[in-house]
């Protein structure tokens, strides 16, 4: 394992979020904060409770996954297609360095950043309300996990996509939809039945069901479920994150 090269390409990465950290930092703010105005004020005041929690605090695990997921998929998928979009890529590929040096370095500053915001959305939503962490540390872990995660299929989006146009295809045709109608600001057992039924394909819902549970302890799917389906995900990613290194696919043509 060739440690230096991971530094140099994490170093790099990071530098690039650093030089626009108040944007990057001040953004989701922002949106926290409209989205507790709109969400939290409004339709609040409607919904008292969900599950026995305010309706305030219970968007809270959706927001956060919601900005977390977008974050990785968007800083991995430009920091890998950038290089291969310029030509710089090859020089990457040709020197002394494996895949697994690439993929931590690209895809743990993807990580890394993501769980930054993640966690400034979280201090941002104790401004607006009396927020319970049930599960402290699996909160954490899952906001690691969630961020890891993405940002490998990020990865795979931007070695996949050919131009720019088509790295925005898949994280607003497919992505934000699945986020939307994941339970972000919902429970899935709100829905009728059949609804209800066709929400379990989403992956989404795992993900927020078992999310909303470290806060809580409660949750829509049955914990073990939900981390097996993230695992199996995560798994996923990293299997044609290998199958893309060893053949090559849309890296060198």
Not at 29 to 35: A, H, R
Not at 157 to 171: C, E, H, S, V, Y
Request: hydrophobic content about 60%; charged content about 10%; proline content about 4%.
């Amino acid at each position: 394992m060739n440690v230096q090269a991971i530094r140099v390409i994490f170093n790099r990465e990071m530098a690039r979020f650093y030089r626009t950290i108040i944007e990057s930092l001040v953004s989701p703010v922002i949106s926290t904060s409209l989205y507790f105005v709109v969400f939290g004020a409004a339709i609040g005041s409607r919904i008292e409770t969900v599950d026995g929690v305010t309706y305030g605090a219970f968007i809270v695990p959706g927001l956060i996954m919601l900005t977390v997921i977008t974050q990785s998929v968007a800083n991995a998928s430009f920091a890998i297609h950038f290089p291969k979009f310029i030509g710089t890529i090859y020089e990457l590929l040709s020197a002394p360095i494996g895949t697994a040096e690439i993929v931590i370095g690209y895809v743990g500053a993807a990580a890394v950043k993501s769980v930054l915001i993640g966690l400034v959305i979280l201090a941002t939503a104790f401004l607006f309300v009396d927020l319970p962490i049930a599960h402290p540390v699996a909160m954490f872990a899952l906001l690691v996990l969630t961020s890891f995660s993405f940002s490998l299929f990020g990865f795979i989006i931007g070695i996949w996509a050919k131009d720019f146009q088509q790295l925005q295809l898949i994280p607003l045709l497919v992505l934000t939809p699945l986020i939307f109608l994941g339970g972000s600001f919902y429970s899935v057992n709100m829905l009728p039945g059949i609804w209800r039924s066709l929400a379990l394909f989403n992956p989404v819902v795992y993900l927020m069901s078992v999310f909303r549970w470290s806060f809580f302890d409660t949750a829509d799917v049955p914990v073990m479920v939900s981390l097996l389906a993230i695992l199996l995900f995560t798994a996923a990613c990293l299997a044609a994150v290998w199958w893309i290194f060893r053949t090559g696919w849309r890296i060198r043509q």
